[in-house]
């Protein structure tokens, strides 16, 4: 593709992609299809952000990162290199993400929600598990997650045991559920959120678009205001992912 002037550029969003994760059959073929999405985007796209959970399983020590995911790395290190501004904001799976990927990659980690301009507009970008009601037991666990000191003392542990403890919790977190009661929790979550975004959009009428991802549901929503909530989908089953363009904020889905 040659790029001229008149070359629209845009802002790219996805989420939840769980690279590594037990629980995807083939995980190559999984990687392979965000790899050939990053480089059918790499030469329209301006920005590119990454909602969390990307990886199902991260943890950097100081001088040691995990294993795996190398083709999906170099990709996201081309991306960059061919000037796409690459923002990452970490999940509940990839919470652990630290400098590594600032330093090799040249992206920006970004933790907890974020209100930013992109393309002269003013969004509201989260995972979307620090925002809206969460139980007193996933805060808790959230907080831990983010504590240096639980940090400290979990990377105490070595890695054979603290990669099998949480790649087998998210198995089990999965397979544990039916589909209905899985349905059920994303339509609640999806009202947290609307709820959250109307709360926020009353104090800060800037902002015009919300993005979310986590509870692996794609859908827009057009608040009372006229903004849009856009929740990202993900790349385990529904392959979603949304642009905008400096006007139109729009979800798409991938053919598979």
Not at 27 to 37: I, N, T
Not at 166 to 182: C, F, I, L, P
Request: aromatic share 14%; with cysteine.
């Amino acid at each position: 593709m040659i790029l001229t002037d008149k070359t629209v550029k845009k802002a790219y969003f996805i989420s939840d992609a769980h690279l590594g994760a037990r629980y995807i059959d083939d995980k190559r073929a999984h990687e392979e299809k965000l790899v050939q999405f990053l480089d059918s985007i790499k030469d329209d796209a301006a920005e590119l952000y990454l909602l969390g959970d990307i990886l199902d399983y991260w943890y950097e020590y100081k001088n040691v990162v995990p294993r795996g995911h190398i083709r999906f790395l170099g990709k996201l290190a081309e991306v960059a290199d061919a000037g796409v501004k690459i923002y990452w904001f970490t999940g509940n799976h990839d919470v652990w993400l630290f400098d590594y990927l600032s330093k090799e990659v040249g992206l920006t980690v970004i933790k907890g929600h974020t209100q930013m301009e992109i393309m002269g507009r003013q969004f509201l970008l989260s995972h979307g598990d620090d925002v809206g009601y969460q139980k007193p037991m996933y805060r808790f666990t959230r907080w831990c997650f983010y504590n240096r000191v639980c940090q400290w003392l979990y990377a105490s542990i070595h890695p054979r045991w603290t990669y099998g403890i949480a790649t087998g919790w998210s198995q089990h977190n999965r397979v544990t559920r039916s589909k209905e009661e899985e349905d059920k929790i994303k339509e609640v979550c999806c009202q947290r959120l609307e709820t959250f975004s109307k709360e926020y959009s009353a104090q800060h009428p800037e902002v015009r678009h919300y993005i979310y991802g986590h509870i692996h549901l794609a859908r827009q929503l057009t608040l009372d205001g006229g903004q849009t909530m856009t929740i990202l989908g993900d790349w385990i089953e529904q392959y979603t992912y949304a642009t905008f363009d400096g006007d139109n904020m729009e979800l798409h889905k991938i053919d598979v």
